[in-house]
T-cell receptor, first 110, second 114 residues
């Protein structure tokens, strides 16, 4: 039930854009996105609920296509501070049981 | 508001021993969940507690157990430790424990089994 994230790793120059995808084999109630910097705890970015709603957070936004059981995270005009590992967490029921993807390592270089 | 606190930060144990990890959630948060993080497997769900009841459990052997107290603090216990149990154990709390409540993670307990 672990969602599949792609790509596994990406290197960007400051100002470039990136897309991280998260796919599940099961129907989803919600998708959460988190970022974890090395040696730190994962930090919440955003939640997407059923309905295909797109959400935004600064220059980071995400979409949720429940028919395709996919979510995508969009990072525009990347900054050095965006570096870290991004995880999607998916819920296949309403009980707060998350399955996290294996993560996407994103490195932004000057 | 204080964040999620996990103790201890580091533990070194020997195969066969048991270990107890502690998690204090953010004040007012009723849901506490536990995750095992390893380089190869990523974040693996262990279990989730809400109002002292285990609501969900991941695919881990019975050696992994947990509980939640009336003040929402939670403990996780691993018995008969194996080398493969070496990992970062993360605890996360959420306000309502529903799918619209963000998870707030602690800094984790790094367990090394030798």
């Amino acid at each position: 039930q672990q969602p599949v994230q792609s790509p596994q790793a990406v290197i960007l120059r400051e100002g470039e854009d990136a897309v991280i995808n998260c796919s599940s084999s099961k129907a989803l109630y919600s998708v959460h996105w988190y970022r974890q910097k090395h040696g730190e705890a994962p930090v919440f970015l955003m939640i997407l609920l059923k309905g295909g709603e797109q959400k935004g957070h600064e220059k980071i936004s995400a979409s949720f296509n429940e028919k395709k059981q996919q979510s995508s995270l969009y990072l525009t005009a990347s900054q050095l501070s965006y570096s870290g590992t991004y995880f999607c967490g998916t819920e296949t029921n309403t009980g707060n049981q998350f399955y996290f993807g294996t993560g996407t390592s994103l490195t932004v270089i000057p | 508001k204080a964040g999620v606190t996990q103790t201890p930060r580091y533990l070194i144990k020997t195969r066969g021993q048991q270990v107890t990890l502690s998690c204090s959630p953010i004040s007012g948060h009723r849901s506490v969940s536990w995750y095992q993080q390893t380089p190869g497997q990523g974040l693996q769900f262990l279990f989730e507690y809400f109002s002292e009841t285990q609501r969900n459990k991941g695919n881990f052997p019975g050696r992994f157990s947990g509980r939640q107290f009336s003040n929402s603090r939670s403990e996780m216990n691993v018995s008969t430790l194996e080398l493969g149990d070496s990992a970062l154990y993360l605890c996360a709390s959420s306000l309502r424990g529903d799918n619209n409540s963000p998870l707030h993670f602690g800094n984790g307990t790094r367990l090394t089994v030798t």
